[in-house]
C-alpha cells in the first residue's frame, strides 16, 4: 500500500484538530505540508453540540453549521476551507498502529503515513456498560454519545421510539444534557446514578438541589443512589426495561449511558510517558519524544496556576492546547518560544433554558449566594470555593458575559476572602468589585 508523508500530521479530526489547523493557516504552512487524519467522516466540528442543539426537536444544528471554530465565535472551517489551504483531510480512517521510532503511523486499511511532526489528538472514547458485563447491554437502543455517528443513532431513536420512554444512566453533564433535551422531545425521562445528587465532581449539594428540582419541575424524575445492573430486551433485540440493583425495574424504549470516558492512549502505550491516565505533556503539549505532542483531552499538563500536573476533558482546553502546540512548533522551527502554557480551568453547560459556568479549581469550603429557586422566573445563582482565605473557583447559573467574564476574573485573580457571610451576601457584587 501507498506510503505518504507530511511535515505536519494532526491523528484524531475533532475540536483540536480544527483549532490546530487554524493555527497552523495563521501562523503560515505550504500546501501539502498539513494533514489531518480522522476515525470520522466529517471536517472537525464543536463537539458539544452533538448533546445539545444536534438533538433540538425542532431548528436541529446540523453540519456544516457547527464546524470549528464557531464555538468560540471564530470563523466557520469548511471541508472547502482544508482544500483551499492545501491541508489534507484523510477522513474515515482509523489509525490503528503508530510506531514513534520510524514515525509512521498504519491506517485499519494498511495505508501508511510519516511524519516529521506528530500532533496527537484522539480525544476520549466512551466508557460502555458492557465492558464490565453489566447484563442484556448489548440491547438495541442503548446508546452511547461521543461522535456524529452516535447522535445520529440517537436521532433516529427518538424518531422511532416518539412519545416513549427514555432512562438515562449517569447523573454528569452528558446525562443532564441528555435528559434535558429527551424530555424537549416529549419522551418520559427518568435519569438514574449512584451518588447522593447530580455532576458529584463539581456541584456542591446545594447547587444540585437546584438542578433536581429545575428538572423535576420540567417533568424528569430523578432515582438516586442506585445503578443499573441489567437490561431486558424484546424478541428484536429492543430494550424494554432496566433493572435497577435496588430491586425496581423501569421500562425504556431507549437508554442512554453517560458514565464518562477514557482518553484514547493505547496506540502509545509503552512508546510516550503517561501521567494520570493521559500522555505527559510540557508546558508546550510536547511529550517525552521529541517532534510528538498531544492536546486535547489525552494531555496531562502542567498546571501553572496551581502546580500540578493535570489532564481536563472540556472544550476550552482542547482549543487552547491545540493553539498553543502551534505556536511551540512553528516558534521552535525559527529557534524561538513561546510562554508556557497558563491555563484557568473553564468548563461549561447549557440545559433547558439554562447555562451555567465554571472557572477556577473546586476545592475547600463553598458558599452558595443568589436565587436558586427552581421555580423562580429567572433563576440566577452562584457558589465560590474558598481554601487558605482565597477564592479558588467560582460558579455561576444565569449570568450575563460580564458577570461570567466577573467571575472569571475572580478564579484568576484568587482575591482573600476574611468572612464567608460576607461573601455569601455580596455574591455576584463581590466579582463585580475584582
Ligand atoms: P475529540 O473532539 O473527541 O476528537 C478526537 C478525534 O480523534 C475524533 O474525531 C476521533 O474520531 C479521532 N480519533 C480517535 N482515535 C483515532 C484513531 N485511532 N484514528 C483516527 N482518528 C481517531 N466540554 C465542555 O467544556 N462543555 C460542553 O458543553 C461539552 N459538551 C460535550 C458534549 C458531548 C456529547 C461530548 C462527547 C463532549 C462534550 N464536551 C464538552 C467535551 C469536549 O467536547 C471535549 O473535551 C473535546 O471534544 C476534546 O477535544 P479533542 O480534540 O481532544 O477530542
Redesign the pocket.
Known amino acids: 500500500m501507498a506510503e505518504k508523508h507530511f511535515k505536519y500530521v494532526i491523528?484524531?479530526?475533532?475540536?483540536?484538530?480544527g483549532y490546530a489547523a487554524r493555527e497552523f493557516a495563521k501562523q503560515g504552512i505550504n500546501k501539502g505540508e498539513l494533514a489531518i487524519?480522522?476515525?470520522?467522516a466529517v471536517a472537525p466540528y464543536e463537539?458539544?453540540a452533538?448533546?445539545k442543539g444536534y438533538l433540538f426537536p425542532q431548528g436541529a444544528a446540523r453540519l456544516p453549521g457547527f464546524h470549528t471554530c464557531v464555538g468560540s465565535g471564530g470563523e466557520r472551517l469548511l471541508p472547502e476551507w482544508y482544500d483551499e489551504k492545501g491541508i489534507e483531510l484523510i477522513l474515515s480512517?482509523?489509525?490503528?498502529k503508530a510506531d514513534l521510532s520510524s514515525k509512521s503511523l498504519t491506517s485499519a486499511a494498511g495505508a501508511t503515513f510519516t511524519y516529521d511532526i506528530l500532533i496527537i489528538?484522539?480525544?476520549?472514547s466512551v466508557i460502555k456498560l458492557t465492558d464490565f458485563g453489566v447484563q442484556g447491554a448489548d440491547a438495541n437502543n442503548i446508546l452511547y454519545?461521543?461522535?456524529i455517528d452516535d447522535a445520529d443513532k440517537l436521532v433516529a431513536a427518538i424518531q422511532a421510539k416518539k412519545d416513549g420512554k427514555a432512562v438515562i444512566v449517569g447523573g454528569g453533564?452528558?446525562g443532564l444534557?441528555l435528559s434535558a433535551v429527551l424530555r424537549l422531545n416529549n419522551l418520559d425521562v427518568t435519569m438514574v446514578y449512584p451518588e447522593p445528587w447530580c455532576m458529584p465532581r463539581l456541584f456542591t449539594a446545594g447547587i444540585a438541589a437546584f438542578y433536581e428540582g429545575y428538572y423535576a419541575n420540567k417533568g424528569v424524575e430523578i432515582v438516586k443512589g442506585t445503578v443499573a445492573v441489567g437490561f431486558e430486551s424484546d424478541t428484536n433485540g429492543d430494550v424494554t426495561a432496566v433493572k435497577l440493583k435496588d430491586g425496581r425495574v423501569l421500562d425504556a424504549d431507549i437508554v442512554v449511558v453517560g458514565v464518562g470516558g477514557r482518553p484514547?492512549t493505547s496506540?502509545f502505550k509503552g512508546q510516550l510517558a503517561e501521567e494520570k491516565g493521559g500522555i505527559k505533556t510540557d508546558a508546550f503539549f510536547q511529550t517525552s519524544v521529541p517532534g510528538v505532542y498531544a492536546?486535547?483531552?489525552?494531555a496531562t499538563f502542567p498546571m501553572k496556576l496551581y502546580g500540578d500536573l493535570r489532564r481536563v476533558?472540556?472544550?476550552?482546553h482542547?482549543r487552547k492546547s491545540a493553539e498553543q502546540a502551534v505556536k511551540a512548533i512553528k516558534a521552535s522551527e525559527e529557534g524561538k518560544s513561546v510562554e508556557e502554557y497558563d491555563y484557568l480551568p473553564y468548563?461549561?453547560?447549557?440545559s433547558f433554558d439554562l447555562a451555567w459556568q465554571f472557572y477556577g479549581d473546586n476545592v475547600g469550603d463553598t458558599v452558595l449566594f443568589g436565587d436558586d429557586d427552581p421555580a423562580s422566573a429567572k433563576p440566577k445563582f452562584g457558589s465560590y470555593w474558598i481554601k487558605d482565605g482565597k477564592i479558588f473557583g467560582a460558579f455561576l447559573e444565569g449570568g450575563s458575559a460580564d458577570e461570567n467574564n466577573a467571575i472569571a476574573k475572580v478564579a484568576r485573580v484568587q482575591p482573600a476572602v476574611s468572612d464567608l457571610n460576607v461573601l455569601t451576601q455580596e455574591g455576584l457584587q463581590f466579582a463585580a468589585k475584582i
Not at 11 to 17: D, F, S, T
Not at 93 to 96: A, H, M, N, S
Not at 121 to 124: F, H, Q
Open positions: 491523528l484524531g479530526g475533532g475540536v483540536a484538530a487524519i480522522s476515525k470520522e463537539r458539544p452533538l448533546s480512517t482509523e489509525i490503528v489528538a484522539t480525544g476520549s454519545l461521543r461522535e453533564y452528558i444534557e484514547l496506540l492536546v486535547g483531552d489525552v476533558e472540556h472544550v476550552d482542547a468548563f461549561y453547560s447549557r
